[in-house]
């Protein structure tokens, strides 16, 4: 469906914005498909994986009322921080009107958020990176992956846009 992008939430975020889950709508992008959860800081913040890509953007969760319209704006600063031009994925983020708030479902997309719920946490106590836009650039450099290889979300990102 156009104008809607996935966002698949654990329990206590979707609690939080005082969501039901809802089925997944269909989707055709590589940016449509998200996972998020609460970064329990203060202030609170929430860690949101491209299901594709595992692209880590860190939003600031406050106001929840408006956090689902604040993603594509969050998402473009964390594409144009990786220098990447505009064409490729900006008519999607504009057309984001709304989110299917889900259930999560890929367990193994769960276990690579819980590593970057716990990066982020390092990087924001002990390497003194407080700005939510450059903890996520770090995570982005982080490798992920496991039997089929490691491969880094800025490359995949990077990929993607070039397709």
């Not at 998020?36 to 106001?63: D, F, H, S």
């Not at 009322?65 to 964390?78: L, N, Q, S």
């Not at 390092?122 to 992920?144: E, F, N, Q, W």
Request: with cysteine; glycine share 4%; hydrophobic share 45%.
């Amino acid at each position: 469906m156009a104008g809607m992008f996935n966002l698949h939430c654990t329990q206590k975020l979707r609690d939080r914005l005082k969501a039901r889950a809802v089925e997944p709508v269909q989707t055709a992008h590589w940016l449509s498909n998200w996972y998020a959860t609460i970064l329990p800081w203060r202030p609170q913040m929430a860690l949101l994986v491209n299901e594709q890509t595992l692209l880590p953007v860190i939003v600031p969760l406050a106001p929840s009322a408006t956090f689902v319209h604040r993603i594509p704006f969050e998402v473009t600063r964390m594409l144009q921080a990786m220098g990447l031009s505009h064409d490729p994925w900006e008519a999607e983020l504009l057309g984001w009107k709304s989110a299917a708030i889900c259930k999560t479902a890929n367990r193994s997309l769960l276990g690579t958020m819980n590593e970057f719920c716990f990066l982020a946490q390092v990087y924001r106590d002990h390497k003194d990176l407080h700005d939510p836009l450059s903890i996520s650039m770090t995570l982005a450099g982080t490798p992920c992956g496991g039997a089929q290889g490691y491969r880094y979300p800025k490359d995949l990102v990077r990929q993607m846009a070039l397709n």
